[in-house]
Each structure stands twice: as structure tokens, then as C-alpha cells.
């Protein structure tokens, strides 16, 4: 079965850096584009980044570009995202989401249960 | 950029009841790329509705999508006492690649 399990997260002073990863089996993942979407504690979502399947297009929302990099290895299936000149405002539950399009649809059909990242002093 | 408005915020609602939910772009976008996701405290979203109206595998019938252009519908027919969670709309796009709705928490009335 289809399966995203993130790491990586845990509490970062402001300013430091942070790497998250996202482990995916069950699927070839080497032929998937993948999010990461973010929530903050008690807000809404928040897309951040995907990456295309050959990891040769990425996009970012504006909140993280030039901060934040999202990377994959499709060799051990697994991707990637590196926070930098982290800010309190970063804090929230990353997820890792595979993007799928089908019959001209597309959506998020599979998640991770997400890590929390928490930015503090 | 396009901006997706849900409403209401909050519906208080009884099992066995309608519930009936919005999402408003703020431009006309494809039926395709708009989807809705159903989440519960503590756990990640789950794929509900893809294409404005098709129902994710494993999704019961009480719940449909429908609309086009700016203005799309969740319905859940009869609610059971599992539904009570927040429901989410998403555009999945070009510019930016995703964005997602400020979503609709259902609680139990």
C-alpha cells in the first residue's frame, strides 16, 4: 500500500536550519511529482513546494522561496525539504503529499501523518 | 493568483441532517483541478472529491461535489457522526501549483 512517512522535524532555534524527509513505498516514486503542504497549529493548509518526478521543475510558494529547497533521491525513494533562516512563522506540521493526475484530473491523493517543525527561542 | 474563499467557517449541524458547504474562487477555474479533503483533529487530510465531483476510492455516497467555473458544493446527505471534521477545497493549479481554501469546520450542533 501507498505510504509517506516523514521525519525530521522537531524544535529549531530562529535563523538555524532544518532538514525534513519523506520516505515513500508501495508506489514507483520516481514517476511522481510530491508537495509539501504545511499547517500551522490551528490554521488551515498551506502549500509550500513540489518537485516534478525527475526532480527538473520546483516551485515554491512565496512565503518560503529562497529559504526553503525541496530535493529527492530517486534511488532511495525519498524526498526532501531544507529549511533555512527558519522564522517563527514556519511553524506547523509539514506534510508530504503525492501529486497525482488521472483521466485530465488532478489532486493530492496520498499523505504523510506529517512532522511538526517548531521554530522557537 | 487565485484565491479560494470557503463558507461558511463554522456550520453546526445534527447527524442525519444536510450539510451543505461552499468554495468560492476568485476566478473561474477548471473542474479538474478542484478537489476537497476531509480532516480530523490530529490526523492528515484525506482525498474526498477530485475532479469537482468525483468521489475518491473508498469514499461513501452520502458525500458529492458539484459546481464549475467559481463556484463549487460539498454535499453531505444524511451525516453520520463520523463526518464531523474540517472540509477543505483545493485548486490544484499552475500559478501557484496548489492552493487551498481557509476551510469549513463541521461541528456537531
Known amino acids: 500500500q501507498v505510504q509517506l512517512v516523514e521525519s525530521g522535524g522537531g524544535v529549531v532555534q530562529p535563523g538555524r536550519s532544518l532538514r525534513l524527509s519523506c520516505a515513500a513505498s508501495?508506489?514507483?516514486?520516481?514517476?511522481?511529482?510530491i508537495h509539501w503542504v504545511r499547517q500551522a497549529p490551528g490554521k488551515g493548509l498551506e502549500w509550500v513546494a513540489v518537485i516534478s518526478y525527475d526532480g527538473s521543475n520546483k516551485y515554491y510558494a512565496d512565503s518560503v522561496r529562497g529559504r526553503f529547497t525541496i530535493s529527492r533521491d530517486n534511488f532511495e525513494n525519498t524526498l526532501y525539504l531544507q529549511m533555512n533562516s527558519l522564522r517563527a512563522e514556519d511553524t506547523a506540521v509539514y506534510y508530504c503529499a503525492r501529486g497525482y493526475c488521472s483521466g485530465g484530473n488532478c489532486m493530492n491523493d496520498y499523505w504523510g501523518q506529517g512532522t511538526l517543525v517548531t521554530v522557537s527561542s | 493568483e487565485i484565491v479560494l474563499t470557503q463558507s461558511p467557517g463554522t456550520l453546526s449541524l445534527s447527524p442525519g441532517e444536510r450539510a451543505t458547504l461552499s468554495c468560492r474562487a476568485s476566478?473561474?477555474?477548471?473542474?479538474?483541478?478542484l478537489a476537497w479533503y476531509q480532516q480530523k483533529p490530529g490526523q492528515a487530510p484525506r482525498l474526498l472529491i477530485y475532479g469537482a465531483s468525483t468521489r475518491a476510492t473508498g469514499i461513501p455516497d452520502r458525500f458529492s461535489g458539484s459546481g464549475s467555473g467559481t463556484d463549487f458544493t460539498l454535499t453531505i446527505s444524511r451525516l453520520e457522526p463520523e463526518d464531523f471534521a474540517v472540509y477543505c477545497c483545493?485548486?490544484?493549479?499552475?500559478?501557484?501549483?496548489?492552493?487551498f481554501g481557509q476551510g469549513t469546520k463541521l461541528e456537531i450542533k
Open positions: 508501495g508506489f514507483t516514486f520516481s514517476t511522481y511529482a
Open positions: 476566478q473561474s477555474v477548471s473542474s479538474s483541478y
Open positions: 483545493q485548486h490544484y493549479g499552475s500559478s501557484p501549483p496548489s492552493t
